[in-house]
Each structure stands twice: as structure tokens, then as C-alpha cells.
């Protein structure tokens, strides 16, 4: 799988948004080190992440861009910070309309979120890492509730969930060939990442000095 996935134990103090800021502050911060590794053996790279990484909800996004659609609304906020965690996704916004879709028990709607970088390469955003704080008791009862998936409660996972007998955790997924695409400033996934490609697809990438591995 091309993704780094993790997975951390937390309290149940923790379930917090203030938690899920310091857990996103923190791979962030990796984030900027390895753009500034990476500008440093290749000077020909310009860093373009910023100090800081912006943190706003999918409603305040809503509520700053109403007439865009979610992905145009993630280019527009991303196109103006450069770095951006989009927080609480999965739940209905005040349109009426989800912001992207959440399988109900994951992540607590309420807790969770997408990192996303401008990426002027391809001059959009792209999500780097979708994480978030796990559902408890109480968030799984209420968006099994919300998505009409009450019947899940009776799977071996939820059944033990619910009474409470499984940690609390927060966690994620870190996309290992867009973060190389990212600090490499390179358009196509096949510059990082060797497969198998069709003929006209090589064909085209060549023509626009893009080789593919």
C-alpha cells in the first residue's frame, strides 16, 4: 500500500480538538524540515510551505467561499495559506450538503480532518494526509444514527467498542508518493513511483519532458 498508515493510543481526556492540533503541529513539522532538507541538497527547489500550518472547519470554509464547490473551496483556502489542516469532515454542513463523505465508524466527524498543501506544480490542492480522533461510544452511536447504519452495531468490532473494552486512538494516512511528488515539485506519480504505463501515456509525458519510471 502507498501510504504510511499510523495509529496511536490516546486517553479519553484526550478526545480533543486542542489533542488533534498538537498531533497535526507535529507531522507538519516534519513536513517543513523535510522541504527545507530537500531545498538544501537541491537549490533549484524553491520551499514554498509556510512557518505555520492554517487550521479551519469544513463550515467556516462553507460559510468564506458559499458559491464554490468543496474542492474549489480546498483551492481557494490552499491557494492563499499554502498549508492547510480542513477540519471536521463527514457531517452535514449548514447548505444541507457534506463537505466529503466519512464512513461512520472511523473517525469522530467532529475530530478529525484532511492536511492539504497548494501544490503550484499542478496549481491545486492535494490532501498529504487524512487523520483523525477515533470514534468513541457515544460519537459511533450518533453517526451510526445519522447514516442510517445502526445495524453495524451488532459487528464483533462496534460490539466491543460500545462497551467500551477497545482504547481510544487517534491516527491516519500519510500519501508516500505525493509527498515525494511534493518535495520533488514533480507532476506525474510515475516520477516517483515505478509501474507500469500505457504506451501514449509515455508517449505524452515525454513530449512534456516528463519521464516516467
Known amino acids: 500500500?502507498?501510504?504510511?498508515?499510523?495509529?496511536?493510543?490516546?486517553?479519553?481526556?484526550?478526545?480533543?480538538?486542542?489533542?488533534?492540533?498538537?498531533?497535526?503541529?507535529?507531522?507538519?513539522?516534519?513536513?517543513?524540515?523535510?522541504?527545507?532538507?530537500?531545498?538544501?541538497?537541491?537549490?533549484?527547489?524553491?520551499?514554498?510551505l509556510p512557518k505555520e500550518i492554517t487550521f479551519i472547519t469544513t463550515q467556516e470554509l462553507e460559510d468564506l467561499y458559499p458559491d464554490l464547490s468543496p474542492k474549489e473551496r480546498e483551492d481557494a483556502i490552499c491557494k492563499e495559506k499554502t498549508a492547510v489542516f480542513l477540519m471536521q469532515i463527514g457531517g452535514k454542513l449548514r447548505s444541507g450538503e457534506r463537505h466529503d463523505g466519512r464512513a461512520p465508524d472511523?473517525?469522530?466527524?467532529?475530530?478529525?480532518?484532511?492536511?492539504?498543501?497548494?501544490?503550484?506544480?499542478?496549481?491545486?490542492?492535494?490532501?498529504?494526509?487524512?487523520?483523525?480522533?477515533?470514534?468513541?461510544?457515544?460519537?459511533?452511536?450518533?453517526?451510526?444514527?445519522?447514516?442510517?447504519?445502526?445495524?453495524?452495531?451488532k459487528l464483533e468490532f462496534h460490539k466491543l467498542l460500545l462497551k467500551r473494552k477497545l482504547p481510544y486512538t487517534v491516527g491516519g494516512g500519510i500519501g508516500q508518493s505525493r509527498i515525494c511528488m511534493f518535495f520533488l515539485r514533480k507532476a506525474h506519480i510515475g516520477e516517483v513511483q515505478s509501474g507500469i504505463w500505457p504506451e501514449l501515456m509515455i508517449k505524452r509525458c515525454q513530449k512534456a519532458n516528463i519521464f516516467l519510471l
Open 1 to 48: 500500500m502507498d501510504q504510511w498508515d499510523w495509529e496511536k493510543v490516546i486517553d479519553k481526556k484526550d478526545r480533543n480538538i486542542d489533542k488533534l492540533k498538537s498531533i497535526v503541529r507535529s507531522i507538519y513539522k516534519v513536513f517543513k524540515a523535510t522541504e527545507e532538507y530537500i531545498c538544501d541538497d537541491y537549490p533549484f527547489i524553491e520551499g514554498i
Open 106 to 153: 472511523y473517525d469522530d466527524w467532529n475530530l478529525n480532518g484532511d492536511i492539504l498543501f497548494w501544490y503550484p506544480v499542478l496549481n491545486r490542492a492535494v490532501e498529504f494526509s487524512s487523520m483523525g480522533i477515533r470514534v468513541d461510544e457515544e460519537a459511533l452511536e450518533r453517526q451510526l444514527k445519522i447514516s442510517g447504519c445502526e445495524d453495524r452495531k
